[in-house]
């Protein structure tokens, strides 16, 4: 950011200090809207990805367990794979850009942290100590505020679905 700084001050005749305040409150109001986005967006469809989260494993179960005792070479056969793994795309797309979300916002403080704070003057050192603060707990979005959306809960859907199968193969 220092470095945006000092060419911003370059190209726009303006302090040092004028386009660090510039690009931080830029920044600020950056980060709001993603939290914002992010929060509303799971205000909306929270419930549904955790209702959603909570079926997929029986529906995946209870695929795999048709598929199994279907000949290979039948239509039958390829609709059930096909059916499975759309929704396993699913899934993994809600979790993949959840850990995307929480990993992006966990890497903010150590880009502030790893400034160079030497260039920039005492009150603007306290505003990003503040905002450092602010940032401290990153965005974690969850599926109806429980289940956070993340790579380790795709692979827990996994497991759960080999899980149901085989107490149903067991069963049998």
């Known amino acids: 950011m220092t470095e945006n700084c000092k060419l911003l001050s370059k190209q726009e005749s303006i302090t040092f200090s004028k386009a660090f305040d510039r690009l931080f409150v830029k920044s600020l109001l950056h980060y709001e809207d993603i939290n914002r986005l992010a929060s509303g967006t799971l205000d909306v469809f929270g419930d549904a990805i955790l209702f959603q989260f909570l079926v997929t494993g029986w529906i995946i179960c209870t695929t795999a367990y048709k598929a199994i005792n279907m000949d290979p070479a039948s239509v039958e056969f390829f609709s ?3 059916y499975m793994s759309c929704i396993l795309v699913q899934i993994f797309l809600y979790c993949f850009y ?5 990993y992006e916002s966990m890497k903010i403080m150590e880009s502030v ?5 030497l260039d920039i ?4 050192r306290r505003a990003l ?5 602010r940032v401290k707990r990153p965005i974690e979005p969850k599926a109806g505020h429980l289940i956070p959306l993340t790579a380790s809960t795709f692979i827990t859907i996994i497991k759960s679905s080999y899980t149901f199968y085989t107490v149903l193969k067991t069963t049998d």
């Open 80 to 82: 059930m794979i096909f």
């Open 98 to 102: 959840g850990n995307e979300i929480t």
């Open 113 to 117: 942290y790893e400034m160079n704070w």
């Open 121 to 124: 003057s005492p009150s603007q």
């Open 129 to 133: 100590i503040i905002f450092m603060e």
